[in-house]
């Protein structure tokens, strides 16, 4: 088993440019979760998905932020435009809800908008 | 909603020394997870133990354990014979299990920053 896996591990782009993070969750699990991590609001819960479907997007910051899973292997974030105020470490992460055994997380894309 | 505490913003130990971390949560729900994740200096975000609110008896993982006290919503950590790969942040998260608004979401900590110390 690969994991939760993110691309790419770094970003860094201009004000203004589009950003387009990606995730790959783990084979089976029903369940993907995208969080921010800022050294001042720590870990937020942006959006997730239950078999694909976008259940609860109210932590979304702002109409600049959309996120898509067009299938149960695949799922990403975009920015558009990006501010350097976004600049961030973003986490995808997939789950079982068969069992709850806590999230796998990705390795985290650490993005910078200079 | 539900919210996490986390007291102790940074903390640290001599090695093969124990610590212990605490955490406290409020929520109106009966049935519901509560988890320790370590992030190291590497980023990337690992489980190190949960506990079902249900369960009486605190969960152990070798040398890490809690103290699950349900009536007080605390949830500490503590780590035995502690080692220097044990430095990082470490995160307590709630997540509540029943199919409804907000089910399965972690809601984590602001976290704690544990330095082991040779």
């Known amino acids: 088993d690969a994991g939760v896996i993110q691309s790419p591990r770094h970003e860094v782009t201009e004000m203004g440019q589009e950003v387009t993070l990606r995730c790959k969750p783990i084979?089976?699990?029903?369940?993907l979760f995208w969080y921010r991590q800022t050294m001042m609001r720590g870990l937020e819960l942006l959006i997730y998905?239950?078999?694909?479907?976008?259940?609860?997007d109210s932590g979304m910051p702002e109409d600049r932020f959309s996120a898509k899973m067009p299938n149960a292997s695949f799922s990403t974030l975009k920015i558009q435009p990006s501010e350097p105020r976004d600049s961030a470490v973003y986490f995808c992460?997939?789950?079982?809800?068969?069992?709850?055994?806590?999230?796998?997380f990705g390795s985290g894309t650490r993005l910078t908008v200079v | 909603a539900q919210t996490v505490t986390q007291s102790q913003p940074e903390m640290s130990v001599q090695e093969a020394e124990t610590v212990t971390l605490s955490c406290t949560y409020d929520?109106?729900?009966?049935?519901?997870?509560l988890f320790w994740y370590k992030q190291p200096p590497s980023r990337q975000m690992i489980l190190v133990i949960r506990?079902?609110?249900?369960?009486?008896q605190n969960a152990t993982e070798n040398r890490f354990s809690v103290n699950f006290q349900k009536a007080a919503k605390s949830f500490s950590l503590k780590i035995s014979d502690s080692q220097l790969g044990d430095t990082a942040m470490y995160f307590c998260?709630?997540?509540?299990?029943?199919?409804?608004?907000?089910?399965?979401?972690?809601?984590f900590g602001k976290g704690t920053k544990l330095s082991v110390i040779p």
């Open positions: 992460a997939s789950s079982f809800v068969g069992v709850p055994y806590g999230y796998t």
């Open positions: 084979s089976g699990h029903d369940y």
């Open positions: 998905f239950n078999n694909n479907v976008p259940i609860d």
């Open positions: 929520t109106s729900e009966n049935n519901y997870y």
């Open positions: 506990q079902e609110a249900y369960k009486q």
């Open positions: 998260a709630f997540m509540i299990t029943y199919s409804g608004a907000g089910s399965y979401q972690l809601t």
